[in-house]
């Protein structure tokens, strides 16, 4: 039984690994403004699950360690509900921002919880306690407290995103929603405070269940919101020819255009992928509403017809339609950043000539990327 218990215990840790390197294989690169912070936290939640796991593993037969290490233990479980509501608000942007100060409070916590054991051990019956009874009780009541605490902010977050976002006509994050039930399964299972082994089960099998949720659904985001790329980087010589390098920077076999005349692999002017998408990333050209195929050719020097095609065998789309992408996502960017402006303010602000527009480039993607 206990090797069972043993057993299911591990499967978190074991999805927290799983699920964290998925997303840093997916991410390791290439990662846009709103992309990094969310990927950091996600990485902090499933690392705190990690050290967590690693902690109570190895002291399992360490009882005055256990004791000791048991504000670090508290800090952790906090830390990990903190992540995790940081982590959702990033999907349900609103006027009312991210407190940070839940970070500073979860160390705060951490470092009474450390004052409280040290004056304990100070007392003279300290010798005397059920030192395992301490530990568990002391566990128990962190976790019910903080995971309770939390599932209610992110009902309240959600409530409020959708009484925000209802005249926008905002998709409806369902994965979100599962997310918040999955929780609140979650909390209900650990206030109950029942050790059973079906009880277990089903705290393993909601635990697990979340990081598949959001393992998937930030794949299926990263799929929306950003251009294909595999791990290798497209250049243009300056004969129009276009190679692919991997990151070594050795050369594929099959050249993956060469349709242009006299293809010279030898030629000095290069024209990389990770050139332009610096350059769409720090200038942000795509914000005149008069960008057009002209400018960036313009800019890089290059013939117009050899952009054009780059552009198309790179990232799969005209140029009108790449152009468009990087406005959609400056529109995400902006919704994230200026809450008070309205979408048509922003919409115009990512370089959009209207708000119609706007609309057509979303139906526009959207169909694309059905076929």
Not at 89 to 96: L, S
Not at 280 to 287: A, R
Request: proline share 2%.
């Amino acid at each position: 039984m206990e090797l069972l218990k043993y057993i299911l215990i591990s499967i978190p840790m074991i999805s927290s690994m799983t699920c964290g390197s998925i997303l840093l294989v997916v991410f390791y690169k290439n990662l846009s403004v709103t992309e990094t912070p969310i990927l950091q936290t996600l990485g902090g939640y499933y690392g705190v699950f990690i050290v967590l796991w690693f902690i109570d593993n190895l002291t399992q037969n360490q009882l005055i360690i256990r004791i000791s290490l048991l504000p670090i233990m508290f800090l952790l479980v906090t830390l990990s509900q903190v992540f995790f509501y940081h982590f959702v608000c990033f999907f349900t942007p609103m006027k009312k921002k991210f407190n940070y100060f839940h970070y500073v409070q979860a160390v705060f916590l951490g470092i009474m919880a450390y004052v409280f054991l040290y004056v304990l051990s100070k007392t003279e019956g300290f010798q005397t306690l059920d030192h395992q009874f301490l530990l568990s009780k002391c566990l128990s009541i962190c976790m019910g407290v903080c995971i309770t605490y939390y599932t209610f902010l992110f009902w309240i977050r959600v409530y409020k995103y959708h009484q925000e976002k209802s005249k926008f006509g905002k998709e409806q994050l369902n994965w979100i929603h599962l997310l918040l039930l999955g929780k609140t399964i979650f909390s209900i299972l650990i206030l109950l405070n029942n050790r059973s082994l079906l009880v277990y089960a089903m705290l393993v099998f909601v635990f697990s269940f979340k990081h598949i949720v959001v393992t998937f659904n930030i794949l299926q985001e990263k799929k929306q919101i950003k251009i294909p790329q595999q791990y290798k980087t497209n250049i243009m010589l300056s004969s129009g020819q276009i190679i692919s390098v991997d990151q070594m920077g050795a050369q594929d076999k099959d050249v993956l255009e060469s349709t242009f005349v006299h293809p010279n692999e030898s030629a000095s002017n290069l024209l990389t992928q990770q050139e332009i998408v610096t350059y769409f990333t720090q200038s942000k050209p795509y914000t005149d509403k008069n960008f057009r195929l002209e400018t960036l050719v313009n800019h890089f020097g290059v013939n117009r017809t050899y952009m054009s095609k780059f552009i198309n065998v790179t990232y799969h789309c005209n140029v009108s339609q790449f152009i468009n992408y990087w406005r959609l996502k400056e529109v995400e960017y902006l919704q994230k950043t200026d809450l008070d402006s309205s979408l048509e303010y922003l919409v115009v602000k990512a370089g959009f000539s209207d708000y119609r527009h706007y609309v057509r480039a979303i139906k526009n993607a959207e169909k694309r990327q059905r076929f």
